[in-house]
């Protein structure tokens, strides 16, 4: 009998590009993602059906970075595995910046534990889900998008120190005035494909320079940094200026949570893009044209780019009880600049972390039914 996982995507209201540097992030699961259907196969093969890419078969120990199926390869690399598995694979918005990669990732990897009687604790599942891109797959990520879609919950704010992999929700407002809107472009991004790894060499060059023994930007005291920044080369200024910003943004986008400040944490979303733009560089035209479209609709708290910000979406906070039509508002304009584009703007709703799914079962006449 198969079973079912659904790995939820995520969004980052505050912590953009610093959690590979330890930095403190805000973050959430919604309820869009990965569901993969799965069962057990006595070898050492991987059987895998995708609704979007197709289909492939590849032996345990097999890996080819360019594959659309490399995730399911390197989650097989860094388990002890005695058996294969047969799936079946689904997702929207691949490559949106919803961090459909950790979401997938984590799939194969809670599936393959599950078949193989493999015992892992939610820490260590993060830290697997670590190994498989930062090792394996060559990008320098952090912390931020395994612990957001392990620790996920429906009604509350994550704050999570990267640098200490801790997690704390923060309840939501009682008062549901808020909504999260998700505009994604319609332009895809990939960050093996972009100057996500470049950018992280940066920060770390930053880091040594301003302290010998630092390795990251987060072993690096906010005095220290404000009295030799500008002995530091522009680019490398510009990276770190980022870094210790956008931290003490989400400590200020932590207290405002607690506090309902809905206004003045939308400001900090503003604040952070801007940041992103002028001193991390990363936002592409498309991107900077859309969250400038976001800003100026009606009932819009704040936004800010999300993933990478080399492509992708604009994730904002606004009001509940315009969202709908703010939707619809921001859609059509952009659709009207850019008819060919297969853009997507809608209202996120909440979700819970990974989790299991209810098993299909299929009654005497072959129907399958929940």
């Known amino acids: 009998m198969s079973k079912r996982i659904f790995s939820p995507y995520r969004i980052c209201p505050l912590g953009a590009h610093i959690d590979h540097q330890g930095g403190a992030v805000l973050g959430r699961t919604i309820n869009l993602g990965t569901t993969l259907e799965y069962e057990p196969l006595d070898s050492n093969e991987i059987q895998i059906t995708s609704s979007q890419f197709g289909e492939v078969k590849f032996i345990i120990g097999e890996l ?3 594959h659309w199926a490399r995730y399911a390869q390197a ?10 598995m047969k799936a079946q694979v689904s997702g929207s918005l691949i490559g949106a910046g919803l961090s459909s990669s950790a979401s997938v990732a984590l799939a194969f990897l809670q599936a393959l534990v599950d078949l193989n009687n493999i015992t892992l604790t939610s820490a260590q599942l993060v830290q697997k889900e670590f190994e498989l891109e930062h090792n394996i797959l060559g990008l320098q990520i952090g912390l931020l998008d395994p612990l957001t879609i392990v620790h996920g919950q429906r009604n509350a704010l994550l704050f999570m120190d990267t640098a200490t ?7 939501d407002p009682t ?13 895809s991004r990939e960050l093996t494909r972009s100057v996500f790894n470049h950018r992280v060499a940066e ?3 930053a880091a040594s320079r301003l302290k010998k023994s630092a390795q990251i930007l ?13 002995s530091l080369p522009e680019n490398l200024r510009n990276r770190a200026e980022h870094f210790f910003t956008e931290v003490e943004r989400v400590h200020l986008g932590r207290q405002a949570w607690q506090d309902q400040d809905l206004y003045l944490f939308g400001h900090l979303m503003n604040q952070s893009c801007q940041s992103s733009i002028h001193n991390y560089e990363s936002g592409s035209p498309i991107l900077i044209e859309l969250q400038e479209l976001v800003n100026g609709t009606d009932g819009v708290y704040g936004s800010r780019f999300s993933g990478g910000g080399y492509g992708g979406c604009v994730v904002a906070l606004a009001k509940r009880e315009t969202s709908e039509h703010a939707c619809k508002d921001i859609a059509g304009r952009f659709s009207r600049i850019h008819p060919d584009l297969p853009s997507n703007v809608f209202v996120a709703e909440m979700a819970d972390g990974i989790s299991p799914l209810p098993e299909l079962m299929k009654d005497p006449a072959g129907v399958i039914k929940l």
């Open 203 to 205: 920060c770390t060059a």
């Open 75 to 84: 989650a097989a690399q860094i388990l002890p595995l005695k058996r294969g």
């Open 165 to 171: 992999a801790s997690v704390t929700p923060i309840v």
């Open 64 to 66: 080819d970075p360019a």
């Open 175 to 187: 008062s549901s005035a808020f909504a999260w809107i998700v505009a994604y472009s319609g332009v």
């Open 218 to 230: 987060s072993d690096v005291s906010p005095e220290v940094f404000k009295r030799k920044k500008m």
